[in-house]
Structure formats: C-alpha cells, structure tokens
C-alpha cells in the first residue's frame, strides 16, 4: 500500500504452498478441538476449488514481498483472535 508500484493492481499475499481444502479443514479442527477431524465427502461440484495455489509471483516481483508465516501459523492466530 506505500509503494507507488501497487497503484491500481491487485496482490495475492498468501502462502504459495497449495493446500486443499480438506488439509484447511483438519489443521482448523485439530487446532480448535485438538483431535483429528472425520470428513464425510461429496461428490464435488465441476467448479469447486479442489485445491488453492495461489500464485504469489507479482507480490515478489512488484512490491518485494513474501510471506514469513505459514498457513498453519496464521489458522492458528486467527482462531486466537476470534
């Protein structure tokens, strides 16, 4: 947001590691309740997001910035928060 280069576009400040939704699901359970989580699975929809990779190139290239917390460190200070 300071920097002259950001104006007008748009950054993905995420963590690179791709990680599926069923992987978010058990680090936010096992966080909270401290046990492993059973999932019962559906049939996906065509659209669904199987996994996200977000592609955090730009945010280095343009504006020198990565990421210093994990996902699982950040799950974990968000559960703390709320």
Known sequence: M????????????SSPIPTSVEELG?????KIHGTQATFE????FSYDVQ???PDTSKAKQI?????RISLEESV???IEYM
């Open 2 to 13: 300071e920097s002259s280069n950001a104006i007008n576009e748009d950054f993905n400040i």
């Open 26 to 30: 058990h680090m936010v359970w096992n």
């Open 41 to 44: 699975h559906h049939d996906p």
């Open 51 to 53: 996994t996200r990779s």
């Open 63 to 67: 504006l020198n910035f990565e990421t």
């Open 76 to 78: 974990e200070e968000v």
